[in-house]
């Protein structure tokens, strides 16, 4: 099956800095690739997604990019806020007969210093 | 839209008891996952369904760990009897795919349970 690797585990940054998690994917078939922000107590929630047809998509202060070859895909936050602090997800669902099948990453807790 | 409904949203019960989650997913997702959170760790997916039929339950406990989706739309997890270690968060998701077009997870906001 597919097999997700997430670094780091855990982040800490200062307000105002960037953040960089990085997932790497085995099955070079998946084509989808989306991040999701798990606040304290709260449901995971799509922040953005990226498709393999592209190496980057940017959402204001958030960015995916996305390598096919080395099979990693990377999320950036740049001047990150304490709102920012949460869990993050990764995964790399892959279509297996005609459904979705999706595997996590497991997970980067980041904490932004005020 | 309507988010995916689940209830209850607390559960404690004693060890070899009985619960059972109920989630409702978006109207028109045809794809609908439970997963199991603990605390600290990524989901972990238990069950998948495709409109009523299963297509992933490699991961449930099936000696203890049941789930039904009947019509296609709503579903039901239960656990009989219930361990310490099932301590958890029960996430409920559905999603929008359509052949093997990936799309996003819309998670429900969970149950959770603690046996003691």
């Known amino acids: 099956g597919e097999n997700v690797e997430q670094h780091p585990s855990t982040l800490s940054v200062q307000e105002g800095d960037s953040a960089v998690i990085k997932c790497t994917y085995s099955d070079s078939a998946s084509n989808y690739f989306p991040w999701y922000k798990q606040e304290l107590g709260k449901r995971p929630q799509l922040i953005i997604d990226?498709?393999?047809?592209?190496g980057e998509k940017k959402d204001q202060r958030i960015a995916v990019t996305l390598n096919k070859t080395a099979k990693h895909f990377s999320l950036h936050i740049t001047e990150t806020q304490p709102e920012d602090s949460a869990v993050y997800f990764c995964?790399?669902?892959?279509?297996?007969?005609?459904?979705?099948?999706?595997?996590f990453g497991t997970g980067t807790k980041l904490q932004v210093i005020p | 839209e309507a988010g995916v409904a689940q209830s209850p949203r607390y559960k404690i019960i004693e060890k070899r008891q009985s619960v059972a989650f109920w989630c409702n997913p978006i109207?028109?997702?045809?794809?609908l996952y439970w997963y199991q959170q603990i605390l600290g760790q990524g989901p972990k997916l238990l069950i998948q369904?495709?409109?009523?039929?299963?297509?992933?339950d490699s991961q449930l406990p099936k000696d203890r760990f049941s789930a039904e989706r009947l019509k296609g739309v709503d579903s039901t997890l239960k656990i009989q009897p219930a361990k310490l270690e099932d301590s958890a968060v029960y996430l409920c998701?559905?999603?929008?795919?359509?052949?093997?077009?990936?799309?996003?997870?819309?998670f429900g906001n969970g149950t959770r349970l603690t046996v003691t």
């Open positions: 990226i498709r393999s047809n592209v």
């Open positions: 369904f495709q409109n009523n039929g299963v297509v992933d």
């Open positions: 995964a790399a669902p892959r279509s297996s007969g005609g459904y979705q099948k999706v595997t």
């Open positions: 109207s028109g997702h045809a794809t």
């Open positions: 998701a559905s999603s929008f795919t359509q052949g093997g077009y990936n799309s996003p997870l819309h």
